[in-house]
């Protein structure tokens, strides 16, 4: 297949690449433009793990091709954070110890982040669904909910400010 | 949601069981944690595997020339051609257990063993090599079940194992027979243990550098780099010291990742032969399928008790699917048996364990390390005792328990055990729950764990754990350590034991680990055994500079000798009068002054020594689990949970919540959703549709109440927390049906068919007894 140019905008920042049509987006955002905090864990869209946000709605970028995220704003782990300034869902992943081996921390983050996009209160019920599609084998999940609960409840709003 | 309760909290520390982040927790978060699976190298290439499809084969020919022709393709590389054909395994102390060609030379022993290795500029063309490459094969006769592997004329799968026996165990102790005729009544059952994947987030993967000079350096993801390192000597013939393994972060282990594998191998094998570096990621379809598993277990045990429920004697055979290869596979054979017997004094015990070697993916060690199928196996057992002699299962099983000061014959002495507490806490949770729904029951399941093994199979002239502490004129600590951060918390562990012990604030501290080139040697992550030994190692460590420390602030002071000097808070002082003190970073400064201009550098260690056979100290739990069941689909829902848990003195806050929380949903998992079947060798669901793991909609509240105790041997009295809790959950599952229903299930994972059918034959049943 002859290669094509394309504009990913990743984390505010355009970026031309020259590849394959068929380059899945995960692989455009790791392999071409070298953003690894973004993670593959399956082969089958199973894991979550190379979770990101377009256009703040979260979608697993191993099941889209990057030809397909031409046009729209894409957020990786790596853009979560302002100056050095961490958002809120990641001061709440470090204070309830939401991650251990932290592989499946970036996408269950960024999935964490387009459920409090989309739902700013969310039950305990509607946060276990919005991280359904995410795989953590070593926290058991409970951690997870309550870092989002944390941020829901309005605990890291001034360092949003 | 969760509840953390501490029964008996110990004398508050400054920073020991207190809130502290895990120290690497900014990295993780941000995304800028570098795993071996992120790792680019100038000019590497990248390395596929191609595998064996038959069960049982001998390898008469491979003809790699056509995959050679295609551009990008750097090189190819076989067994016979490009290794020494040396036959590696973890149990180096013993020649017979070493069994495994990593590229085998002749013969290949399962569906998924690595043949033949290629590398190429990418990935892509590596893959696409693969079809090029033919492998004339003469297709052996497999054998997939130990009960069919140990008849007589089953195929041979290692010359000279007689039976396909792999291993045997023997554990015993007291009279059995005498102790059997004493028990009033005797109960004997046959269970089956499935197997379970680690199912690691990061797969197995490897990035091997060698260059001209001699030297191999590698990232990789694995649980102890000085295993590595000693194996991949071993196995390349080359000296340790010339293999440098780098292990920064690593995307989980679970007892997967401390033997060679063929990312790392083969990826090496590679590398020498091109001098270039190269990169090998496993496929999640590969490191379900080539990796290696739970050990799947045929258990046999046979009880002996009084009417009054005192526990008299034990009878267990266990057989194994031992799989293609030896791997850990003997130490679970050893656990499982000791395990068994835990947390009860038996006046007698015996344990026959038997490893066999099938045509099917080699089985290991797994977190709870054979002890989650013997406490399937055991508490379900007793459970069913309980009931048969009608007695309180919480109260016979108290009655029965391990205490401080138990002593198990020749095994081990129990010095810390906090499981008459748990009982209580359990007691009194279920009884706080009043009457259930109808479709709801509550399990229960009780278990120890070790901390730490004892046995030195791998032939390590080094002491188990090792550490230094680096004090620099600033204040700021250096840590080094070789024991293992796998995501269980252990740098974090670490430094909060180095900070409590030198005086100062976990920032202060640095942990370098993950890396033989400027590590001490140590055996890693495996067996529970960091908190224990590296926390002993550095406590040590810590203590050695403190006392360089302090013996110039005690030069200085010109206090009365009766006087101590203690450091806290960055602040050096008489504790008897801790107003009276000085700066840490003036007295480390001037202590430097002191030593011409070195650095403060304190060195510990830690091997056990007279602590019996298995560990120097034992965790207790008792675990309640609610679980629901829809009698029309045979489903279970996890409802909520109580462990109630002693680990000693909690050293790691955060992490031990985790590590419990994290344990039982695996241990959840394992009781009944992670199912693995194999048709003629071949495993039916190599992928996460099929494979299925416990999601967020599944995970129930998992409580904790911890016992505080304090454990003579380990640091501050800290042992083991995070592996014993994988134990009791699929038992507590099981003894939840059994009150449900009174249906007993003898093989897990528990599926919904085997619940449907239990619940069937107990209405055919029911309706001949009418």
Not at chain 1, 78 to 90: H, R, V, Y
Not at chain 2, 395 to 420: D, F, L, V, W, Y
Not at chain 2, 533 to 552: H, P, S, W, Y
Request: glycine fraction near 10%.
């Amino acid at each position: 297949m002859e290669k094509k140019v394309v504009v990913l905008n990743v984390n505010g920042i355009d970026y031309e690449l020259y590849i394959n049509p068929k380059t899945l987006l995960v692989e455009a955002i790791r392999d071409y433009i070298g953003l690894t905090g973004t993670k593959r864990g399956c082969d089958t869209v199973s894991c979550g793990a190379c979770t990101v946000l377009i256009n703040g709605m979260s979608i697993k970028s191993c099941s889209v091709l990057a030809v397909q995220a031409e046009g729209y704003k894409i957020t990786t782990i790596e853009g979560l954070e302002k100056n050095g300034k961490l958002a809120p869902i990641q001061e709440a992943f470090l204070d309830q110890g939401a991650y251990q081996c932290g592989f499946c921390a970036p996408g269950m983050i960024m999935s964490s982040q387009a459920l409090l996009n989309e739902n700013p209160n969310p039950t305990e019920w509607e946060i276990r669904e919005g991280i359904e599609g995410n795989i953590c084998r070593c926290t058991g999940y409970n951690s997870i909910v309550r870092a989002v609960q944390a941020v829901a409840s309005g605990k890291y709003t001034e360092v949003k400010s | 949601m969760n509840k953390y309760t501490v029964i008996n909290p110990h004398e508050p520390f400054r920073v020991i069981n207190t809130h502290v982040r895990n120290i690497d927790g900014i990295a993780k978060v941000t995304g800028r944690a570098v795993y071996t699976f992120d790792v680019k190298l100038p000019g590497m290439l990248y390395g596929k595997i191609l595998r064996s499809p038959h069960p049982h084969a001998k390898i008469l020919k491979i003809d790699y020339s056509k995959a050679l022709e295609i551009p990008g393709v750097m090189g190819v590389v076989t067994g016979k051609e490009d290794t020494l054909g040396v036959k590696q395994g973890i149990w180096r102390r013993y020649k017979d257990l070493c069994d495994e060609q990593i590229l085998p030379v002749d013969k290949v022993r399962y569906i998924g063993e690595p043949v033949v290795a290629v590398a190429a500029i990418t990935e892509e063309i590596a893959e696409k090599a693969l079809d090029y490459i033919d492998v004339e094969y003469e297709v052996l006769p497999a054998v997939f079940e130990p009960m069919d592997a140990i008849k007589k004329d089953a195929p041979e799968i290692h010359e000279g194992f007689e039976r396909n026996i792999n291993v045997t165990r023997h554990i015993e102790w007291g009279d059995v027979e005498e102790a059997f005729e004493e028990a009033d009544y005797i109960r004997e059952d046959w269970f089956k243990c499935g197997g379970q994947a680690h199912m690691c987030m990061e797969t197995r993967c490897a990035v091997s550098s060698y260059t001209p000079d001699g030297k191999l350096t590698i990232y990789h993801s694995n649980q102890s780099p000085y295993y590595m390192q000693a194996l991949m000597a071993g196995v390349l013939g080359m000296r340790e010291g010339d293999i440098r393994i780098i292990s920064t972060y690593v995307g989980g282990g679970f007892g997967g990742k401390f033997e060679l594998d063929g990312a790392i191998f083969c990826s090496a094998v590679l590398s020498i032969k091109l001098k270039r570096p190269v990169k090998i990621v496993y496929t999640r379809e590969e490191d379900f399928i080539a990796t290696k598993r739970r050990t799947p277990m045929y258990y046999y045990t046979r009880t002996g008790v009084k009417k009054d429920g005192t526990f008299c004697a034990r009878e267990a055979k266990v057989f194994t699917n031992g799989g293609a290869y030896t791997g850990m596979g003997a130490t679970a054979l050893y656990l499982t048996g000791f395990f068994h017997s835990f947390p009860y004094k038996w006046k007698a015990y015996r344990y026959d364990g038997y490893r066999v070697y099938t045509n099917t993916l080699p089985s290991t060690s797994m977190r709870g390390f054979g002890a989650p199928q013997a406490m399937w196996c055991s508490e379900q057992q007793i459970e069913w005792i309980a009931a048969d002699l009608g007695l309180d299962p919480i109260e016979m099983r108290r009655k029965n328990a391990h205490e401080e000061g138990t002593i198990i014959p020749g095994q081990a002495t129990i010095a810390s055990c906090g499981i008459q507490q748990c009982f209580d806490e359990i007691k009194k949770w279920i009884d706080s729950k009043g009457q259930l729904p109808p479709n709801r029951a509550i399990g229960i399941s009780a278990c120890g764990f070790m901390s730490g093994g004892i046995f030195n199979w791998f032939d390590t002239p080094y002491s188990f754990s090792s550490a230094v502490v680096t004090v620099n004129q600033d204040g700021t600590v250096e840590l080094n350590v070789g024991a293992q951060e796998i995501g269980q918390g252990s740098n974090t562990t670490l430094a909060i034991i180095c900070a409590e012990t030198l005086g100062v604030k976990v920032e202060d501290v640095k942990v370098h680990s993950g890396d033989t080139d400027f590590n001490p040697a140590d055996l890693g992550a495996w067996g529970s055994r960091q908190t224990l030994m590296a926390g002993n190692a550095v406590k040590m460590a810590a203590e050695d500079a403190k006392r360089q420390i302090l013996e110039f602030a005690y030069a200085q002071s010109g206090l009365n000798i009766v006087y101590d000097l203690d450091i806290k808070d960055r602040w050096v002082h008489a504790i008897a009068r801790p107003e009276r003190g000085e700066d840490f970073v003036k007295v480390v400064r001037r202590a430097i002054r002191g030593k011409d201009g070195q650095r403060i550098v304190g060195r510990g260690y830690y091997t056990p020594h007279r602590k019996g056979m298995i560990s120097p100290a034992y965790s207790y739990m008792l675990q309640a689990v609610e679980i629901e069941v829809d009698e029309e689909t045979g489903k279970i829902r996890l409802c909520d949970s109580l462990t109630a848990h002693d680990c000693g003195q909690p050293i790691n806050h955060l992490g031990l919540i985790g590590q419990l929380e994290g344990a039982f949903s695996m241990a959840a998992g394992y009781g009944y959703l992670e199912y693995m079947p194999f048709e003629d060798g071949k495993l039916m669901n190599p992928n996460l549709v099929d494979y299925k793991v416990i999601r967020a909609t599944e995970m129930p509240p998992a409580n904790i109440a911890e016992v505080d105790t304090y454990e003579p041997e380990g640091p501050y009295g800290a042992k083991e927390a995070g592996e014993g809790l994988t134990n009791p959950t699929a038992a507590a599952i099981g003894n939840a049906l059994f009150r449900l229903f009174g249906i007993q299930i003898k093989e897990c994972p528990i599926r919904a068919e085997m619940i449907l059918k239990a619940l069937k034959e107990k209405r055919e049943k029911e309706q001949q007894g009418k």
